[in-house]
């Protein structure tokens, strides 16, 4: 299975989303930053290496310099966002949390302003020129040309502005201010996806947790009051331009994935376990495409090797279907035996073609 090429991925991806019969279902193996500095470097080469399907176009000498990149998450580093939210981690490479909401204090809101999109994506800066041009190259090389908006661009942002206490009581009092913030935050995530969708972009992402390990962080009632319709919103100009919309929660989502998908999304990024197979595929399966996001917690970081082999045929079989509508994705993060590493890298490339 080493030698399985992923050939015409673009054309592949589209046949996955739209239910058209692909040749494979696609798999995305992503190696964190921190996984870098966790686990001997010259391990995750060889892995990239022995792996081509899950890794196309790298080889071992480029290894770590194609996948490493600047990156604001640094011990001893708080980094300081565009809304004003002070980020610190503990493990270079990991998100972190926000030590200072900007707008604990709602005397502080007149004076409190948005970034500005022609620079700031609001993680950091943006080059709208380098993204037009990196569009374009995607385009000429046969790739899908994507854009999106930040991680937690709407419900954590404001988390992280106002705190998440703070947030969950200005609903529960219906307070004024709130609606004049979310529309601040809506104003500048549209102004940030109509720029990616004038470069081209053909395929626009949405990343948002919304779930904890049991339930949502936030109610269904005042998801669709305050939250719902600002989705709306933003996903509205890329359907218009005809961009497959993708979708990302981490958690249990249940009791919001209704109103998730009356947004219209094409492409649903979830996690199995949380949320359960068998849910998902009931709920899912064959209706929209499912981008699963395999297990962190439970299976891979400690079973055994043929756990792992067994849950990623499980979840193949079960929400699968030569017809496509599947797509997986595995994030890896310090924490995993190396032998789990290898063993999962292993079970997606033989599964990816279950269904040939």
Same mark, same amino acid.
């Given at each position: !299975?080493?030698?399985?090429?992923?050939?015409?991925?673009?054309?592949?991806?589209?046949?996955?989303?739209?239910?058209?019969?692909?040749?494979?279902?696609?798999? *995305?193996?992503?190696?964190?930053?921190?996984?870098?500095?966790?686990?001997?470097?010259?391990?995750?080469?060889?892995?990239?290496?022995?792996?081509?399907?899950?890794?196309?176009?790298?080889?071992?000498?480029?290894?770590?310099?194609?996948?490493?990149?600047?990156?604001?998450?640094?011990?001893?580093?708080?980094?300081?966002?565009?809304?004003?939210?002070?980020?610190?981690?503990?493990?270079?490479?990991?998100?972190?949390?926000?030590?200072?909401?900007?707008?604990?204090?709602?005397?502080?809101?007149?004076?409190?302003?948005?970034? +500005?999109?022609?620079?700031?994506?609001?993680?950091?800066?943006?080059?709208?020129?380098?993204?037009?041009?990196?569009?374009?190259?995607?385009?000429?090389?046969?790739?899908?040309?994507?854009?999106?908006?930040?991680?937690?661009?709407?419900?954590?942002?404001?988390?992280?502005?106002?705190?998440?206490?703070?947030?969950?009581?200005? !609903?529960? +009092?219906?307070?004024?201010?709130?609606?004049?913030?979310?529309?601040?935050?809506?104003?500048?995530?549209?102004?940030?996806?109509?720029?990616?969708?004038?470069?081209?972009?053909?395929?626009?992402?949405?990343?948002?947790?919304?779930?904890?390990?049991?339930?949502?962080?936030?109610?269904?009632?005042?998801?669709?009051?305050? *939250?719902?319709?600002?989705?709306?919103?933003?996903?509205?100009?890329?359907?218009?331009?005809?961009? *497959?919309?993708? !979708?990302?929660?981490?958690?249990?989502?249940?009791?919001?994935?209704?109103?998730?998908?009356?947004?219209?999304?094409?492409?649903?990024?979830?996690?199995?376990?949380?949320?359960?197979?068998?849910?998902?595929?009931?709920?899912?399966?064959?209706?929209?495409?499912?981008?699963?996001?395999?297990?962190?917690?439970?299976?891979?970081?400690?079973?055994?090797?043929?756990?792992? +082999?067994?849950?990623?045929?499980?979840?193949?079989?079960?929400?699968?279907?030569?017809?496509?509508?599947? !797509?997986?994705?595995?994030?890896?993060?310090?924490?995993?035996?190396?032998?789990?590493?290898?063993?999962?890298?292993?079970?997606?490339?033989?599964?990816?073609?279950?269904?040939?």
């Amino acid at each position: !299975m080493s030698q399985l090429r992923q050939t015409d991925r673009r054309r592949n991806i589209l046949r996955t989303v739209h239910f058209q019969r692909p040749d494979y279902i696609p798999m *995305i193996f992503h190696i964190n930053e921190s996984a870098w500095n966790h686990y001997p470097p010259a391990v995750l080469e060889d892995l990239i290496e022995s792996h081509p399907f899950l890794f196309p176009g790298r080889d071992k000498p480029s290894a770590r310099t194609e996948l490493d990149y600047v990156i604001p998450e640094r011990v001893g580093k708080p980094f300081t966002d565009g809304w004003g939210c002070v980020w610190q981690t503990t493990m270079d490479g990991i998100v972190g949390t926000v030590t200072h909401h900007p707008l604990a204090d709602w005397r502080d809101f007149d004076v409190y302003r948005a970034p +500005d999109p022609e620079v700031d994506s609001g993680k950091g800066p943006i080059d709208w020129r380098a993204v037009a041009s990196g569009i374009e190259a995607a385009k000429l090389a046969r790739q899908l040309a994507s854009g999106g908006l930040r991680h937690g661009h709407t419900f954590q942002t404001l988390v992280d502005i106002r705190g998440y206490e703070n947030l969950l009581f200005d !609903m529960a +009092d219906g307070e004024p201010r709130l609606n004049r913030l979310i529309e601040m935050v809506s104003d500048f995530n549209l102004a940030i996806v109509r720029r990616y969708i004038a470069a081209g972009a053909e395929w626009m992402s949405y990343p948002e947790d919304l779930g904890m390990q049991n339930g949502p962080m936030i109610s269904p009632a005042y998801f669709r009051r305050y *939250i719902k319709p600002v989705y709306a919103r933003l996903i509205e100009p890329a359907q218009e331009a005809g961009c *497959i919309v993708h !979708m990302h929660s981490d958690g249990h989502i249940h009791d919001l994935i209704e109103d998730i998908l009356d947004a219209g999304v094409h492409v649903m990024n979830l996690q199995d376990l949380v949320n359960g197979i068998d849910w998902i595929r009931d709920k899912l399966a064959g209706r929209i495409c499912i981008d699963l996001d395999i297990d962190r917690q439970h299976i891979t970081p400690r079973a055994s090797v043929q756990q792992i +082999d067994s849950l990623i045929r499980e979840e193949v079989e079960k929400l699968g279907s030569p017809k496509g509508g599947l !797509m997986m994705i595995y994030g890896l993060y310090p924490g995993v035996r190396l032998e789990n590493i290898k063993a999962l890298a292993d079970a997606m490339e033989r599964y990816a073609t279950y269904y040939s």
